[in-house]
């Protein structure tokens, strides 16, 4: 509640600080946010994020191709062009490629300044045991961060199915979304865009903290990888348990 209250606050403060145009649509709660990726997390996002009133602009290597225009029939008002075209005509920018093309697409889209990236991307790879292990020491937020030059990351969404993001209700209840950034201004940003699907953004800390949120997705991914269908779940966080009241334990402060 604290945090929703207080990336309201801070939204509406950045507002005065953004170029005009976009300065409506913040202050609307409305975003243009470029969905670079059309598989399966773009597909479930973009449609969800253009049903509520954002401008969705895909960024896709075949603008033309029939997968594209089916999604642009469930997503209204959205328009599809190449990555680097909705790169470059959104400050928002949902990153849903995999791991393996982030790099290139990071260097060849460019100018990052000013721009927001919504990183959902998890640097994972099988590991011998056929479960997922983190590929890179760091983290994919963290090395998006370095590659692009001017821009701010924040981690979200890397933690949660793309059948839960087309549709919350599958999951009986709340869904939590951890986020991860240095910029609080941007993180309360991105929290807006994620309570706006029906989503519960949670505030993780800085973005080295995209080293355990990558992590937590491989967990997410266990009992999928071990045909353990019926044990899939997503992540809640029970807030509001710090030992404020409790008796009989040393307190934390
Ligand atoms: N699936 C999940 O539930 C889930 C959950 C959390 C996080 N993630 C992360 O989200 C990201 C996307 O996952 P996904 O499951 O949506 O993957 P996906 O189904 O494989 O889709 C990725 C999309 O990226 C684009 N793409 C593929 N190869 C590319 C390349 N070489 N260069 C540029 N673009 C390329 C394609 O879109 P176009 O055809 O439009 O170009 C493709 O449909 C991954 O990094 C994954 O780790 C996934």
């Not at 290139?104 to 959902?120: N, Q, R, T």
Request: glycine share 8%; charged share 20%.
């Amino acid at each position: 509640m604290l945090f929703r209250s207080l990336c309201l606050s801070v939204v509406l403060i950045s507002s005065l600080f953004i170029h005009h145009g976009a300065r409506a649509e913040v202050a609307s709660g409305k975003e243009i946010i470029a969905v670079i990726g059309t598989g399966r997390m773009g597909a479930a996002a973009g449609p969800r994020l253009a049903a509520v009133g954002h401008t969705v602009i895909y960024g896709t290597r075949d603008p033309s191709s029939e997968k594209m225009r089916e999604l642009l029939g469930r997503s209204p008002g959205a328009k599809a062009v190449s990555q680097r075209q909705a790169v470059q005509s959104a400050d928002l920018v949902l990153l849903a490629i995999p791991w393996f093309a982030t790099e290139e697409f990071v260097a060849s889209s460019g100018p990052w300044s000013g721009k927001l990236i919504m990183d959902m991307v998890n640097a994972s790879k099988m590991g011998d045991d056929g479960l997922l292990e983190v590929a890179v020491d760091t983290s994919a937020g963290e090395l998006i961060q370095s590659w692009a030059t001017g821009a701010t990351v924040v981690k979200t969404f890397n933690t949660v199915s793309y059948h839960i993001i087309a549709d919350p209700s599958i999951a009986k209840g709340l869904v939590t979304i951890p986020l991860a950034s240095n910029d609080a201004e941007a993180k309360a940003r991105v929290a807006a865009v994620v309570e706006s699907i029906g989503m519960e953004p949670f505030d993780a800390g800085p973005l080295r903290f995209s080293r355990a949120l990558e992590h937590m997705s491989t967990l997410h991914m266990v009992p999928y990888l071990q045909d353990r269908w019926e044990d899939a779940y997503e992540f809640y966080f029970v807030t509001g348990t710090a030992p404020l009241g409790a008796t009989g334990v040393r307190l934390a402060k």
